[in-house]
Nanobody, 126 residues
Framework: QLQLAESGGGLVQPGGSLRLSCAAS????????IGWSRQVPGKKREGVAC????????YLRSSVNGRFRIDRDAAKNTVYLQMNNLEPDDTAVYYC???????????????????WGPGTQVTVSS
């Protein structure tokens, strides 16, 4: 089973930046579409960004488009979520997840992803 691990979360002031990492051991992440999602207590988990297995397609949630970027480094077997100009509403636990459903492309819907990391907390507050 694919095991993912997120890192890079923390406390940041509004307008600040964080870069989250999603890494896997023992598996080539290049075989999977990867999605980032987030969840706050009492709300449903929502997809934030995704990247296709070959890295050619990416999608961002409209509320983060222009502020977040997703990319992957094959040499490091890692997928990143660069988050700029963070807002208090971005506060959540962020998860990465993998899917083998897509031969190409990706989608934001969390129901399409099978293997999840434990999450990393992002808090945006002054």
């Amino acid at each position: 089973q694919l095991q993912l691990a997120e890192s890079g979360g923390g406390l940041v002031q509004p307008g600040g930046s964080l870069r989250l990492s999603c890494a896997a051991s023992g598996h080539n992440l290049g075989e999977y579409a990867i999605g980032w999602s987030r969840q706050v207590p009492g709300k449903k988990r929502e997809g934030v960004a995704c990247i296709s297995a070959d890295g050619s397609d990416t999608y961002l949630r409209s509320s983060v488009n222009g502020r977040f970027r997703i990319d992957r480094d094959a040499a490091k077997n890692t997928v990143y979520l660069q988050m700029n100009n963070l807002e208090p509403d971005d506060t959540a636990v962020y998860y990465c997840a993998a899917s083998t459903t897509f031969s190409n492309g990706c989608v934001l819907g969390v129901e399409w992803y099978d293997d999840w990391g434990p999450g990393t907390q992002v808090t945006v507050s002054s």
